[in-house]
């Protein structure tokens, strides 16, 4: 059962790599087209990549799994709007910190909604990961317009990570990954014709950006976090994705040319920790087997 909570984390943590490159292609994204073209265009391209392999693994939607996919699609746009329409008014970093905070948004919501009890263990995690993102953040707590659209977008992606748990067990990750993306495609094509007014050149500017992060940050990303997240308890599963604002960190100072500070390398090292602390095996839980 360890064995295979680690693979599950294992893949969470490129669910985390993945998504922290992408803030590099939203941020370019951001200067072409607006927060509604972009969550569309990327939906449908993560929807159409994963429906053959969807089609091809199930005979069968349940009603199940059709709820599933929509539920989750219906917080995915609205997370994935907010983050679009902050994450042009910040700097990669800051949006990286602050759409991460659902790290403690997560047990909070766990334990007021569930009433399950979150170990002191857990609880440290996520406190040393809170110091990380913070070394990240430039060690600022001043929030702009954009900020408090990303910090309601880490409210709305705590709800998500809570259902997908929720749903994950008992239904096909593939199936319903499918179902959430083409339900946020239509959902923000309605957006996008109501609120925005896309040009065919920009979104061509925009390509290269959309093409990851329709492809590799939802097609990829959102399959490997339902299928991760089986078995995996939420809080340390959010605790394994909020490492993307490490890996946005290094992937602006890579592809932008952003350099990481002394500080903000300390608040990689400490996230990395939290994440390796939060796998040891609970003592109490030994002794009682």
């Not at 053959?52 to 069968?60: K, Q």
Request: aromatic share 10%.
């Amino acid at each position: 059962m360890k064995s295979t909570q680690i693979r599950h984390t294992l893949l969470l943590l490129l669910t985390a790599l993945i998504w922290g490159c992408a803030f590099v292609a939203q941020q370019v994204g951001a200067d072409y087209v607006g927060p509604f073209t972009f969550l569309a265009l990327r939906s449908y391209l993560g929807g159409l990549v994963l429906l053959p392999a969807a089609l091809f693994r199930r005979r069968r939607l349940t009603w199940q799994e059709l709820k599933a996919g929509v539920l989750l699609g219906l917080w995915l746009t609205a997370a994935s709007y907010f983050q679009q329409a902050g994450v042009g008014q910040t700097t990669v970093a800051k949006a990286g910190f602050i759409t991460t905070l659902y790290v403690i948004f997560v047990p909070f919501l766990t334990f007021l909604l569930y009433r399950k009890r979150v170990s002191a263990r857990i609880w440290f995690c996520v406190a040393l990961s809170l110091v990380g993102l913070y070394l990240l953040s430039h060690m600022t707590l001043a929030l702009s317009a954009g900020d408090w659209m990303v910090l309601l977008c880490a409210l709305l992606f705590s709800g998500h990570i809570l259902t997908v748990d929720h749903y994950s067990q008992t239904t096909d990750g593939l199936t319903i990954s499918c179902i959430q993306f083409l339900t946020v495609a239509v959902l923000s094509t309605s957006g996008m014709l109501l609120k925005e007014n896309p040009d065919w050149s920009a979104i061509q500017l925009a390509g290269p950006s959309i093409l990851y992060a329709g492809i590799l940050s939802s097609g990829v990303g959102y399959t490997l976090q339902i299928i991760g997240q089986k078995g995996v308890n939420p809080t340390i599963a959010s605790l394994a994705m909020s490492l993307e604002s490490a890996f946005a960190a290094l992937a602006a100072w890579v592809i932008l040319g952003q350099k990481l500070s002394p500080a903000e390398l300390v608040g990689c090292l400490l996230m990395f920790v939290s994440i390796v602390l939060a796998q040891l095996p609970d003592r109490s839980a030994t002794m009682t087997a």
